[in-house]
């Protein structure tokens, strides 16, 4: 079937399950204040009462999430929840990384688990925020311990809108805005740039009158423009209920081409049978098209000499050559390496389309009063294709302008030529699934004991990706760039023709699992749970396939006790703690379970030569899963007639048999690492939440919320065997992390630079002899140390919310301290480039000595903390003011307008775009490294919300 057709098949089904309901309605019902106090959390395969609860469970509604407009539901909740950091980006379609509770891995999964809905999925992209009802993070062992595998990193449970109210509820809710960057980098222009590279080269090479001055970033940006359209539909009666929400979201990014378009179907339905049978059914389809451009254009952009004009007269792209007058030229002497940007995003036509399909049955019956039966099996699909066109003669020609067609390819062999162009297709789908049936058991008895069991099995099957990728040559200009097999028959020219084809089947990763949870009340105060989980992984060998996964948590309601109860201030006092053990199977990536071959050829019977394999990798046939262990208490409160609500929480977790590379003895023959288990990481932390609420008189309410975590990470210990890792790099050997037994005692991701130790009598770097050996900075790498980590030791989340009759006011902020950025894109100079115009309006002379930057320098700089900064800020995230009318005619419920500012005002020390770097989270990557990043954004939306 094709994409278009299964496409509009899926749209056919949603319609049909959305619209085929019974639509008879009852009376809404009421919600009395006993009702509102008695607030229920998700813990996993059921929920409680908070309460009763044991564990630390953060929990924030739809209202709560979706006043901040941005198209990834998980960045909305940034600043939110105590102990959830979440670093995003404001590129179209990235997945923002989030910590709960600390980084316990280097080099597994990193992310934590979501649950939508009963599914297991690894982000919610392809959620619409406006379809989900609620969040509940759960972030202590004890809580964690039910879903055993893959829970090391923290569960969030997202469950999403059904049918409720009088009636049919029909809803609209759209806005419309535009984006801009947050922050800015002011750069030399084209006169001070020609100043400070004369002195850097010792020579005058351009002219201090330049008749050209691009600003690189303005060329290659816009003002970014963005909408999104919600439309729902809602309802329920005596044996049903039915949800159906349409969404389309589209973005033109401030970065020239890049656009980006989200289109959603999400129905919900739930049928009662019986009055003992309900079936519940949800489907979500989720189509994406994007059109990526290289981030390097950011880095290029900052780099680029002003005085390279986007054109030269003739029309073709400037590029950086000098000429004997001292301006830019299409002849002369190349001065830097750094290519035209804006011709890097017109050269760059790419096109990346996605289909994800998400959905599951769940059936509940209720086989005798207390005894309830759950089955529910959930699935998933994606399918993902994308094409890159690179004209390869256009870019040859664009980088030199002497250059002419005909001495591209000048090799008499045509086997040899250098393709006119290059088409590279993929295409990569996967489907996984779940299957969990248990039982719940609730019985009260004595009036003082309250006891709930829960027992289960659950199956899952995580597909490995399939991978087809085909690159033909020389393709006809403005042809079918999806068509992986050519159009007609060109690919079976001599000039068109298939290059490279390259198919990969993963191994798909199974999982059985059995759970059992207990939890019990005694005389409404008293409060025990104990959770087991025992999973089996098809990633391990035998013996190590399976993990058992334990809990405890108690707690003790304190206003309940008698010396209590009626207390006029305290309302809820209560104190709890748990022990638990979680796994992680997320091995990473280039990991094989079984050892393969790697192609070598080998001579046989003298001159003939073969193919053959042979095994190249460690494989450890003990490797298993890395475990975390935590320990955790907390007090909740709410005093003053609720007015005052809050809790305190303290956690210690390891996480042991750290995955790390192995090195292979020299002796084995072998030559690329393997992975074992190497180390063990610590997370220690204080979390604390606080919120004030009220009403004053009949017209004013408002409510004050915040929350504060502080958290630290060490590396406790690293065993023998390891192969130490290096990242951060910025080319040229500029490598800013090491992982190696130094390293023992510092936050994963720390950085590993040499220290500067300021500038010598000529203006020049100095690095500081950390050894004492008398030897400095490229002749003695054993003088870096290690300064800091991008990990945030605290977090605060501040939100405030106003409300005056029909108006409503809410302002959120989120600050991270006590973190390193490196800047990245300021360290990787190799010559002729632009700076920064602090830079070049104060230097290192004879008679400036105390100038804090050095003499102009077109050296390769070493990594050093001279580019390592504070990664501390603070940023208002959000804010919206609303107006909300209350049936202004008879067909319409309510009707509000609304205008938002997001990313207002940030203050930050960071001199860069910006100081959260998110690098696909991986702390020996680039996270924490200003290089190729986006830049956060500032957005101004207004908006409509329609009830009917």
Known sequence: MKQSDLKYSCLIAVLYFGMNVNAQVTPQDTVTKEQKI????????????????????????????????????????????????????????????????????????????????????????????????????????????????????????????????????????????????????????????????????????YSQDQPVNTDWFNEITRTGTYNQHNLSLSGASENAKYFLSLSNYDEKSILQGTDYNRSTVRTNN??????????????SATFTNTTPKPLSAFTAAYKQSPIVPVYFPSGQYGVSFVGSNGFASPTGQSFNNVGNP????????????????????????????GLKFTSQFSGEYSNFKSYNYVPSLAIWLSQDPTRVPGGYNTDPDPEKQLPLNLLTNTRKDYFNWVLTNFFTYNKKF?????????????????????????QRKNMIENSNYWDIYGTGTEAFNYADQIVKANSINRNNNTTNSYFGRLQYKLMNRYLLTATVRRDGSSQFSE??????????????????????????????????????????????????????????????GGSSISNGTTIDQIYDPNLGWEITEETSGGIDFELLDRRLKGSFDLYSKITKNLILASKPVSTTGLSKVGYSHLGEVSNKGIEVSLGWSDTIGKDWSYSVNGNFSVNKNKLEKLFDGYNPIIGGGLGNGQDTKYLNDSAIGQPLGSFYLWEFGGLDSNGNFTYVDTNGNGTTGANDASDRRFFGSYIPKSTLGINVGVQYKNVDLSVNGYGAFGHKVYNGKKAQRFGGENVEYDVANNYWSSSNTGSPNPAPFNAVPLASTYYLESGDFFRINNISLG??????????????????????????????????????????????????????????????????
């Not at 929840?81 to 910590?99: E, I």
């Not at 997202?158 to 609209?172: A, Q, R």
């Not at 829960?454 to 399939?466: D, P, Q, Y």
């Not at 399976?546 to 209560?574: C, M």
């Open 38 to 205: 008695e607030e229920v959390v998700m813990i996993g395969y059921g929920s409680r009462k908070k309460v009763d609860n044991t564990t630390a469970v953060s929990s924030l509604n739809a209202e709560e999430v979706t006043k901040t407009k941005v198209l990834n539901a998980t960045q909305a909740i940034q600043g939110k929840a105590a102990g959830v950091q979440v670093t995003s980006s404001d590129l179209p379609g990235s997945t923002p990384t989030v910590m709960i509770r600390g980084l316990g891995t280097a080099l597994g999964g990193r992310d934590p688990l979501y649950v939508v809905d009963g599914l297991f999925v690894d982000n919610i992209n392809n959620i619409n925020s406006n379809d989900i009802l609620t969040y509940d993070v759960l972030k202590d062992a004890s809580a964690l311990a039910i879903y055993g595998n893959r829970a090391a990193n923290g569960v969030i449970i997202i469950t999403t809108k059904s049918g409720k109210g009088k009636g049919i509820t029909v809803e609209y809710d759209g806005f419309t805005g535009v984006r801009m960057p947050l922050e800015k980098v002011k750069m030399a222009g084209s006169n001070l740039f020609s100043s400070y590279n004369n002195i850097a080269f010792g020579a005058t090479r």
């Open 270 to 283: 739930e049928f009662k049978f019986l009055k003992r049978v309900t079936i519940s059914q949800n489907l």
């Open 342 to 369: 804006v011709a890097s995003l017109a050269y760059n036509n790419e096109r990346q389309n996605s289909f994800i399909l998400q959905g599951g049955l769940k059936m509940d019956i209720d086989l005798f009063k």
């Open 446 to 470: 004595s009036d003082i004991h309250d006891i709930e069991i829960t027992v289960g099995t659950e199956s899952t099957m995580r597909s490995g990706e399939n991978e087809l990728t085909i």
């Open 543 to 604: 013996g190590n396939k399976w993990g058992t996964f334990p809990s405890f948590g108690a707690g003790w309601v304190i206003s309940e006790e008698d010396f209590l109860k009626d207390n006029s201030i305290i309302n809820l006092l209560k104190i709890r703690a748990g022990w638990g053990r979680l796994g992680n199977q997320r091995i990473p990536t280039n990991y094989l379970p079984f050892a393969t071959g790697v192609e070598y050829n080998y001579a046989f």
């Open 883 to 948: 107006y909300t009318l209350s049936k202004p005619v008879d067909y319409l419920s309510s009707l509000r307008f609304y205008v938002s500012a997001i990313n207002p005002f940030i203050f930050q020390k960071f001199s860069g775009y910006s100081p959260e770097l998110n690098a696909n989270g991986d702390p020996y990557g680039l996270t924490g490294v200003e290089l190729d990043a986006y830049p956060t954004l500032r957005s101004f939306v207004f908006g409509v919300n329609v009830k009917f």
